[in-house]
């Protein structure tokens, strides 16, 4: 029988290949299937080429946290710290024992106000370059292992950075990202240009309240055409918090001096942690409105001009002083009413655990002193110590006029100090009454003020000599009568409606949106890394693109200037778009260069 079957031919197997048209009726016509078919690799499909998208991935790096997450996504997946509580060994379980106290951990001799919780610090002289690469490394295995669903294909990523980063730290980022991780090219964008991104605009003023510095950075069309920083910024407002509770404190515990050093002196005595500090920043911290604590300045000066005149009444030859406890009553008299609650906060990092008392009304005192400084004159601040609302003023003068016009409109605040309830409102007020009384004259003082007063004099003394005398209808200057009345000089009369230009202008304005400009407002939006997000999800390829191959070989000595890209046209193909032999040839750091 085997040799039987053998012996069959191809056709006595199959003897009706090809079935009848009644026999495919018959069958159930249910479940139809396509027939396969080649494809060939020199002509791909377009359905099996544009099918698959490619995932992106998008960090944002800062000096105390790491985002993490997929581009096209509204949030980062995974927010990193590198605190110590995220830098503790894999067997290290004390954090989870039932007598462990995260607020009393001591701060180092040498150790600086919130050192252990930086990642990088701008000045490199005490910077450990390994340890900075370490930590990034660890926190983005923890990231691939736990919260991406990473395959065996390299994604492409989205680097957002700050723009006056060093080289050295740029380059230990790098070698970390292109070492450890098998990415193909790394697209880098500034934090600036990220956050104005999220709102969907081409030029505004970004102020960044960061960690260690605020950054007041005007945009044009993309690029950072000028930078202002100031050292008023997170590091300072929470340092300012520990001190108003170190504060009360001493003063419940007798026989202890209550002295505070200045913010630029020697940091905090060991008694209020960090972490606590930082915590009741963020929980009850919040900023006065403008207009209050402008009147609540200038109760405070009126008070010390009268308890000086009662002194001097009072024959007293020693120079009165207000104490503290009296300075910060003047400070919140027009706020002490009924409405204002008190608040008891346990601290658990003091030796022992202290219950304090505070008002309401005092946890705005941090914000009010770091960021915005109303007990100190401008002759005694420093240039890199500005306020923030003196900051954006000259930031806005160092402009052009056409993007003054533009940026002043489009004011973004974002950072992590912009999260404290009513700072972005009182920074737009401040701003607002500064230009207002001050223009934008960049000279400051009384021989411009008096400059300012004699031109408004002049000006005045100008337009009544030239503004004619007012003639009557039916009556000459000599006055006599007349029946037609006199007509006024063409320079001095409206100018009378074109209705052609009203029409065009008409035109010219349907269906487009009103163009703000010349007027201080402000603008919200997502942040750098949902700015980011969003243009990766575009596929928008960027200037400052590095890849791999050319970075492990050349390192950052390997990029030049932005003016010596050579780029040449693309052509396209059936495979797609052919690049030209010198496109890409080299990279530029731009921003960073």
Known sequence: ??????????????????????????????????????????FPSPSASFRTEEEILVFEIGSRFL??????????????????EEQRRAVDYRRWGADYEPFRRKRKQAQEWGEAHELWRMDLR?????????KIERALREAYTTYFSM?????????????????????????????????????????PVSSMAATG?????????????????????????????????????????GRLLEKEIKQ?????????????????????????????????????????AKESRDGKQAA???????????????????????????????????????????????????????????????????????????????????????????????????????????????GGGSKIPGVKKRIIDELSALVQERGWDPVWGKVSDRRKALAELNNQKASKISQPKQVKSGEYTDGSSAETPTHMPSAFAAQEPDPIEDKLRRLESKGSKPHIQGKVRGVESGGAWVGASLIGSLKVKGVVEVER???????????????????????????????????????????WA
């Open 252 to 292: 419940r515990r007798p026989g202890q001096e209550v002295h505070l050093p200045q913010w630029n002196e020697e940091p905090l005595p060991e008694v209020v942690s960090f972490e606590e500090s930082e915590e009741v920043l963020m929980r009850l911290g919040w900023c006065r409105k403008y207009k209050d």
């Open 549 to 591: 191959d050319k970075f492990l070989q050349q390192g950052l000595f390997g990029a030049v200037k932005e003016n010596e890209v050579t780029t040449q046209r693309q052509s396209l193909t059936v495979g797609g778009p052919r690049v030209g032999a010198n496109e890409r040839s080299h990279w530029t750091l731009g921003p």
């Open 151 to 191: 395959g065996s294909i390299p994604k492409k990523l989205l680097l957002v950075l700050p723009s006056e980063l060093p080289h050295q730290l740029l380059g230990t980022v790098l070698s970390t990202l292109f070492t450890y991780f098998q990415h193909p090219s790394i697209t880098m964008l500034p934090t």
């Open 201 to 241: 605009l081409r030029s505004a003023l970004v102020i960044d309240i960061g960690w260690s510095e605020t950054t007041v950075t005007g945009i044009s069309e993309y690029r950072e055409v000028a930078r202002r920083r100031t050292i008023r910024a997170g590091r300072l407002l929470t340092l300012e918090m």
């Open 304 to 414: 010390w001009a009268e308890s000086t005149l009662s002194s001097d009444s009072a024959q007293n030859d020693t120079l009165f002083a207000i104490s503290e406890d009296d300075e910060s009553d003047f400070q919140d008299a027009p706020e002490h009413t009924t409405q204002d609650p008190i608040m008891s906060l346990r601290l658990k990092s003091t030796t022992p655990p202290t219950l304090c008392q505070l008002p309401f009304s005092s946890f705005a005192e941090p914000a009010e002193s770091a960021l915005f400084a109303p007990h100190t004159t401008r002759a005694n601040i420093d240039d890199h110590e500005l306020p923030l609302p003196l900051l954006v003023h000259r930031a806005l003068l160092s402009l052009p006029v056409d993007v003054r016009g533009l940026c002043m409109a489009r004011i973004i605040v974002v």
């Open 67 to 84: 985002r993490a997450g997929f581009a096209g996504e509204t949030a980062p997946r995974r927010v990193f710290g590198f605190g110590p």
């Open 126 to 134: 005490r910077m450990d370059l390994g340890l900075v690469g370490d």
């Open 1 to 42: 029988i085997l040799m039987a079957s053998s012996t069959r031919g191809y056709f006595d197997q199959q003897k009706n290949p090809r079935p009848s048209i009644a026999q495919v009726q018959q069958k159930n016509p249910a479940t139809p299937q396509t027939p396969s078919r080649a494809i060939s690799s020199v």
